[in-house]
Structures are given as structure tokens and as C-alpha cells.
């Protein structure tokens, strides 16, 4: 039973961490439009950014998703059966039936990644107060003689 539970909750951070990828873009669009400036915080944006870069690179490569491998070990465990594909495909095929070849979303990952790395350079975020003052030119100072 605990297996179960255990799967069930790499489940939900699955989840969790697909909507913060594709809400996230969702918001920093909205938020660009709106002129809000917590679109341009870099550590939201660098977070969002390797989010879907890891992403990408798991496609590329034609890596299981670590959370994929995971919950499916668990479901093994806990006596259950585990469905092939990946995680998205079998989301998109649970939530909307989506019946789309693996290697689709392997190409569906890494154009998502494109668009936001396209974000992040046509919107980029602020560096953090800190860094900016290093970055200021430092007044000339006059020395009399």
C-alpha cells in the first residue's frame, strides 16, 4: 500500500512540475502583456528555464524521466501494473486522447524548450539589485595636484 501511496505522490509532483513549466510560460506571456515585473525575476525565470531544459535534454538524449522510472518501480512494487510510454504521453492520452507517437513528444519537449529559451532572450529577466551596483561604472574620481 505504501508503494502506492508513494507512486501516487511522484504522480503528483509529475504534475506539479509539468504546470509549473507550461503555466509558468503561460504567465510570464500574460505578465509581459499586463507590464507586471515579476515576469523579469531571474530566479523564477532561471528555475522555469532549466525546468525545461532538463526536459529537453531527457528527449534528446532519449532518457526515461527520472519520475517516470521511479513511479513505475513503485507501481511494481506495490503489485500494480505500469503502463508503457512516458509520463506526458500517457497524460496526454488519459487527459485529453492525445494518441500521439513517443517521438512526437520527445519533438513536442524540445519545441516547448526552444519557445521558452525565445522568451527568455526577447524578455529577459532582471538581474538582482546587488549585481546591478556591481555592474555600475564607478564614479571618476579627480586627484588634484
Not at 9 to 36: D, M, S
Not at 88 to 101: A, K, S, Y
Amino acid at each position: 500500500m505504501w508503494y502506492s501511496v508513494a507512486a501516487d505522490l511522484i504522480v503528483a509532483i509529475h504534475v506539479a512540475y509539468v504546470g509549473y513549466v507550461v503555466v509558468g510560460q503561460l504567465a510570464i506571456w500574460l505578465g509581459a502583456a499586463f507590464k507586471r515585473q515579476w515576469v523579469r525575476n531571474i530566479w523564477f525565470r532561471l528555475s522555469h528555464l532549466g525546468a525545461i531544459c532538463f526536459v529537453a535534454y531527457e528527449a534528446s538524449v532519449n532518457m526515461v524521466c527520472p519520475l517516470t522510472a521511479w513511479e513505475g518501480q513503485l507501481r511494481e512494487m506495490a503489485g500494480e501494473s505500469t503502463r508503457q510510454g512516458s509520463f506526458m504521453g500517457r497524460l496526454f492520452h488519459d487527459v485529453i486522447f492525445l494518441d500521439l507517437p513517443e517521438w512526437a513528444f520527445d519533438y513536442l519537449h524540445i519545441g516547448f524548450a526552444i519557445l521558452v529559451i525565445g522568451t527568455f532572450i526577447l524578455l529577459p529577466p532582471r538581474l538582482p539589485e546587488f549585481i546591478q551596483r556591481r555592474l555600475r561604472p564607478k564614479p571618476a574620481v579627480l586627484v588634484k595636484e
